[in-house]
């Protein structure tokens, strides 16, 4: 049974372009959510889908994107990309009914 | 909104020996869970114990348990015989009862088994 997987794992952009992360949940699970970690920091909260919609969103402007995907997979899009965005960007699933999220091993973002 | 306080940014121990890792949080909740993940350097974050608030028993994962202090909104992890494969940040997070909600995590502490 694959866990959480992610991709790609590093990632070097340089100011003002654009990205997209992608992320494929645990078997079996239907709810995505997406975490950014800066360096020596806790992760903070991007936002979550299920069904396809995003349902909620932390304290991130709207240069942050995602979709969901019919199969549950996701994406995460940043536009126009800062300095400070760079960081390492986690992926977490979970059971819509359940509590536990399960975490994929995260794409580390450098923005030079 | 929700706030987790870890003040231990650093810890060791001797390998054997037992650690106890601090965690408090605010919230204005009463039904929720709490979670300690480590990350080791390959930085997947594992989920080490979980709590449900409305559970008075504190939750034991082998040589893992924690005290769980609802009054005092505290939410410590005791590590049993260190082993060096413990040695990893350590996150505390909390998460509201309810399908759906974010988790709220703390900013870590980095424990280090000694050999």
């Known amino acids: 049974d694959a866990g959480v997987t992610q991709s790609p794992t590093h990632l070097i952009k340089t100011r003002g372009q654009q990205v997209t992360l992608r992320c494929s949940p645990k078997?079996?699970?239907?709810?995505v959510s997406w975490y950014q970690q800066a360096l020596g920091q806790g992760p903070q909260f991007i936002f979550q889908?299920?069904?396809?919609?995003?349902?909620q969103r932390g304290n991130f402007p709207d240069r942050f994107s995602g979709h969901q995907f019919p199969n549950y997979s996701s994406e995460l899009n940043v536009n126009a990309l800062l300095l400070g965005d760079s960081a390492l960007y986690l992926c977490?699933?979970?059971?819509?009914?359940?509590?536990?999220?399960?975490f994929g091993p995260g794409t580390r973002l450098t923005v030079t | 909104a929700q706030t987790v306080t870890q003040s231990q940014p650093e810890m060791s121990v001797q390998e054997a020996e037992t650690v106890t890792l601090s965690c408090t949080y605010d919230?204005?909740?009463?039904?929720?869970?709490l979670f300690w993940y480590k990350q080791p350097p390959s930085r997947q974050m594992i989920l080490v114990i979980r709590?449900?608030?409305?559970?008075?028993q504190n939750a034991t994962e082998n040589r893992f348990s924690v005290n769980f202090q609802k009054a005092a909104k505290s939410f410590s992890l005791k590590i049993s015989d260190s082993q060096l494969g413990d040695t990893a940040m350590y996150f505390c997070?909390?998460?509201?009862?309810?399908?759906?909600?974010?988790?709220?995590f703390g900013t870590g502490t980095s424990l280090t088994v000694i050999p």
């Open positions: 977490a699933s979970r059971d819509r009914g359940a509590y536990e999220q399960y």
């Open positions: 078997s079996g699970h239907d709810t």
């Open positions: 889908y299920y069904e396809e919609e995003e349902r």
């Open positions: 919230t204005s909740e009463n039904n929720y869970y």
């Open positions: 709590q449900e608030a409305y559970k008075q």
């Open positions: 997070a909390f998460m509201k009862h309810g399908a759906g909600n974010q988790f709220y």
